[in-house]
């Protein structure tokens, strides 16, 4: 499937021979076929399903860009595809890097200009972080694209080191066991929300994309903060990962093994309804994909 040079997807060409990237590509490509499979984002009845593929320039996005499509190539995902990139108008933006990879790439594609940098500066105070508002600015521009092209879906490249550090941030700061979820629907209930890299690794997005030298694009908004609250907590991750090989994977698995019956929630477990000398509810427990 990896090896015929005759039957690759532009965004694949000059990839590395080595066995090394083989093996990575492959458990990338495994990974996002299982989060798609797992948690039903094709649906199968459906006439025509199109996702807008949100690319920032980053190595996340380009990643999730260059498996969807491989995907897409190979008959394993009949959906049509759309990247978009959100040029938020950051000073230094090098606002021709994107379009020129995607036509040399083949890739359907659409630019949007919108200056939120502004508005987040304006509005956020000084010393506090721009992550929130940023977001939010960026997903309504999102989702308002995604109408205007008929997508049915948003698809974002947040991979499973993100999805932890905001289990962990929503634990210490925000009283509250919850995370982002690889399959939503948004507030007005009109769009799907996709994470499709959701079992993949951050350090397989960069060195895949590392290896495949795609323009790698900085932010310089959020990103050049110090003492953001997730960039405290990927600092406990790591330092959990170096004293425990596999630490994150576990983690991971937990978050797909919940059981309501052993929390503290009574909105998600009748406590009050247990009675001596019935048997406890049994709580079935899903399925969990091997994670590589």
């Not at 394993?76 to 938020?88: G, K, M, R």
């Not at 594609?109 to 972080?129: F, L, M, N």
Request: charged share 25%; with cysteine; glycine share 8%.
């Amino acid at each position: 499937m990896f090896d015929n040079a005759d039957d690759i997807h532009p965004l694949f060409e000059g990839a590395p021979k080595s066995t090394e990237f083989k093996k990575l590509r492959k458990r990338i490509v495994q990974g996002v076929r299982e989060a798609v499979e797992h948690y039903g984002m094709v649906e199968p009845a459906a006439e025509k399903q199109k996702w807008l593929v949100c690319l920032s320039g980053g190595k996340d996005s380009y990643t999730l860009l260059a498996v969807l499509h491989e995907l897409k190539w190979r008959g394993l995902l009949p959906v049509e595809l759309l990247a978009c990139n959100l040029d938020q108008g950051q000073p230094g933006f090098p606002a021709t890097v994107l379009p020129e990879f995607l036509e040399r790439m083949g890739v359907p594609h659409r630019i949007e200009y919108q200056d939120t940098y502004s508005i987040v500066k304006e509005k956020v105070p000084a010393g506090r972080t721009y992550c929130a508002l940023c977001s939010r600015l960026r997903r309504g521009n999102l989702y308002r694209i995604a109408r205007e092209e008929g997508c049915t879906a948003v698809v974002l490249g947040h991979h499973r080191d993100d999805i932890l550090e905001t289990f962990f941030m929503n634990l210490f700061h925000g009283g509250r066991l919850a995370t982002m979820p690889p399959k939503l629907v948004n507030e007005e209930g009109d769009l799907f929300l996709f994470r499709p890299l959701a079992h993949v690794a951050e350090a397989d997005c960069e060195k895949f994309a590392h290896a495949m030298k795609y323009p790698i694009i900085p932010c310089d908004l959020c990103g050049s903060q110090d003492g953001l609250q997730r960039q405290q907590v990927k600092q406990i991750l790591d330092g959990w990962e170096r004293n425990s090989p596999g630490r994150r994977q576990v983690m991971f698995r937990a978050l797909m093994n919940a059981r309501p019956s052993h929390l503290l929630d009574p909105k998600l477990f009748d406590f009050a309804g247990l009675s001596i000398g019935a048997p406890e509810e049994q709580e079935a427990v899903p399925e969990i994909p091997e994670l590589r």
